[in-house]
T-cell receptor
Framework: AQSVTQPDIHITVSEGASLELRCNYS??????LFWYVQSPGQGLQLLLK??????LVQGIKGFEAEFKRSQSSFNLRKPSVHWSDAAEYFC???????????FGIGTKLQVIP | DSGVTQTPKHLITATGQRVTLRCSPR?????VYWYQQSLDQGLQFLIQ???????AKGNILERFSAQQFPDLHSELNLSSLELGDSALYFC?????????FGPGTRLTVT
């Protein structure tokens, strides 16, 4: 079955520390992959995407993600976290001819001083 | 600001009632998607429209229906509401592979 797994429901990091949010997908081919961020009470904002080509993609707000085909992973990283990064992060992939997006369950990021 | 607008922002209604949520896509986007986000189910895809026609269906209940009008705005109709329908309802639009989300409508069924 097609699915996205975000194994960490909740992560706490100190401000200034590095961050890695994990995402694994299950799909028969390489899907189009996305990371979205949702701040409290807000809609989802697209952070970055991977369609093909360079497996390290840069996004907004200093985030990057690396696609690893062998591990079916698309982990999100940031070298130094800011308090404003506290939010919920969703990994997602696009499949099918009708552009159906499947979302992971989300990872809530807490940033402590 | 994604360019996608949704109204109303909040909606409180009673069980058994019917409500309509409205979405205006980004200028030029032909596709509109509806999602439901709840604490227990996460973010669930409901339905997609493309240029006025239904394209894909997800976990949409029979009590729910949607349509996309010639001006490309879309409405999601929820009827015979139950307590469990309380959730955030998002609309997203796209003209390619990336979806841009609106701010959502928070529906509370009492």
């Amino acid at each position: 079955a097609q699915s996205v797994t975000q194994p960490d429901i909740h992560i706490t990091v100190s401000e200034g520390a590095s961050l890695e949010l994990r995402c694994n997908y299950s799909y028969g081919a390489t899907p189009y992959l996305f990371w979205y961020v949702q701040s409290p009470g807000q809609g989802l904002q697209l952070l970055l995407k991977y369609f093909s080509g360079d497996t390290l993609v840069q996004g907004i707000k200093g985030f990057e993600a690396e696609f690893k085909r062998s591990q079916s992973s698309f982990n999100l990283r940031k070298p130094s976290v800011h308090w404003s990064d506290a939010a919920e992060y969703f990994c997602a992939f696009l499949t099918g001819g009708y552009q159906k997006v499947t979302f992971g369950i989300g990872t809530k990021l807490q940033v402590i001083p | 600001d994604s360019g996608v607008t949704q109204t109303p922002k909040h909606l409180i209604t009673a069980t058994g009632q019917r409500v309509t949520l409205r979405c205006s896509p980004r200028s030029g986007d032909l596709s509109v998607y509806w999602y439901q986000q709840s604490l227990d189910q996460g973010l669930q895809f409901l339905i997609q429209y493309y240029n006025g026609e239904e394209r894909a269906k997800g976990n949409i209940l029979e009590r729910f229906s949607a349509q996309q009008f010639p001006d490309l705005h879309s409405e999601l109709n929820l009827s015979s509401l139950e307590l469990g329908d309380s959730a955030l309802y998002f609309c997203a639009s796209s003209n390619g592979y990336e979806q841009y989300f609106g701010p959502g409508t928070r529906l509370t069924v009492t």
